[in-house]
C-alpha cells in the first residue's frame, strides 16, 4: 500500500480545501477524489486515469506530481500503456489498409480504362460540335446587341458607384465602432462586490460588447477553467513562461474564473491589468465571478 492518498489528503487540508472545493477546481468527480485518498484506485475508471487524476489532484494542491508518479510506479504494479506505441501501431494498420484500397482502386480504373477512352473521344467530338455551333451562333447576335452595349455600360456604371458609395459607408461605420468599443475598453472600471472563503465577486462597469481574458503563468504550472454565463468555454494546465487568450461569446454578461494556482497566474481583462490578488494574495485556489455592466 502507497502512501500517495494519505500525502495528497494532508496537502489539500493544510490549504484549507474541501473535497468539494478540489471538485470544483479539478472538474474531477467526488466519488473518484474519494477513491484516490483512500487509495482505492480500481474504483478509478482506469489505469490511464488513475495518474492523470493523481497528476491534476497534486498540481491543484501545490505539489509535484513528477515525483508522486514516480512512487506509484515504483510502489504499484499500475501498468500504463505506451500511447505513442499504440499510435504508431494505429498509423501503420491505417497505411496498410490506404496502400490496398490504392492497388483495388488502380485495378479497377486499368479494367475501365478502354471504356472511359472511348467516352472521352466521344465527348471531345460532341464538344467541337458545340463550339462551332455556338461560334456561329454568337456571330449573328454580336450586331443585334452592339447597339444595346452602350447603355447596358452606363447602366452598370451607375451600379458600380452605388456600390462603392455604400462600401465605403459600411467601411466607415465600422471604424466608427470599432474606435467606440477600444475606447470604451479603456475606461472599464473593476471593483470587489464581496468574498466569501476561496470565492469572489466583482462588477466591471464600462465593459465593451465583446471582451477578452488573457491568462499567463509564471511559476510551476497552473490549471484555469472559464465560463461565459454559466456554460465553459475553455480549461486547461498552463506551464510557466505560457498564456492563452480566451475571448468571450458577445452578450457575455458575467465571466466565471476557476483557478488552480494563483499564485503563478496572473490576469488581463481586454488588455488591461486584473489585480485580482489584492484579496487575500496567500490565497492558491479560488473562483472569480465577474459581472459586465456595459
Known amino acids: 500500500m502507497t502512501e500517495i492518498g494519505q500525502t495528497l489528503k494532508e496537502a489539500r487540508e493544510q490549504k484549507g480545501l474541501t473535497l468539494d472545493d478540489l471538485q470544483q477546481t479539478t472538474k474531477i468527480q467526488k466519488r473518484y477524489l474519494i477513491a484516490i485518498e483512500s487509495e482505492n484506485f480500481d474504483a478509478l475508471p482506469g489505469n490511464f486515469y488513475v495518474r492523470a487524476f493523481i497528476s491534476q489532484y497534486a498540481k491543484a494542491v501545490g505539489l509535484n506530481d513528477a515525483e508522486l508518479l514516480a512512487q506509484l510506479d515504483e510502489e504499484t504494479n499500475i501498468q500504463i500503456e505506451n500511447p505513442v506505441e499504440k499510435e504508431a501501431t494505429t498509423r501503420t494498420e491505417a497505411m496498410r489498409m490506404e496502400q490496398a484500397e490504392k492497388n483495388d482502386f488502380l485495378n479497377k480504373l486499368i479494367n475501365y480504362l478502354p471504356t472511359i477512352i472511348i467516352v472521352v473521344v466521344v465527348v471531345a467530338i460532341l464538344g467541337t460540335i458545340y463550339i462551332v455551333s455556338f461560334g456561329n451562333h454568337s456571330k449573328n447576335a454580336a450586331s443585334d446587341s452592339s447597339s444595346q452595349t452602350v447603355s ?138 465577474l459581472n459586465l455592466e456595459q
Open 152 to 289: 447596358v455600360s452606363s447602366e452598370s456604371e451607375k451600379k458600380t458607384s452605388s456600390s462603392q458609395k455604400a462600401s465605403s459607408k459600411k467601411a466607415s461605420s465600422a471604424k466608427e465602432s470599432s474606435k467606440k468599443a477600444s475606447s470604451k475598453a479603456s475606461k472599464q472600471k473593476i471593483e470587489s462586490v464581496s468574498s466569501d472563503g476561496s470565492t469572489f465577486t466583482y462588477n466591471v462597469t464600462n465593459a465593451p460588447s465583446t471582451n477578452e481574458l488573457q491568462l499567463t503563468v509564471d511559476g510551476s504550472a497552473a490549471w484555469s477553467a472559464v465560463s461565459a454565463n454559466g456554460s465553459q468555454v475553455w480549461q486547461g494546465t498552463l506551464n510557466s513562461g505560457e498564456n492563452h487568450t480566451v475571448s468571450l461569446p458577445s452578450g457575455t454578461t458575467t465571466i466565471t474564473i476557476n483557478l488552480g494556482n494563483s499564485n503563478s497566474t496572473s490576469l488581463k481583462l481586454n488588455g488591461k491589468t486584473f489585480n485580482y490578488k489584492n484579496e487575500n494574495s496567500t490565497l492558491t485556489v479560488r473562483t472569480i465571478t
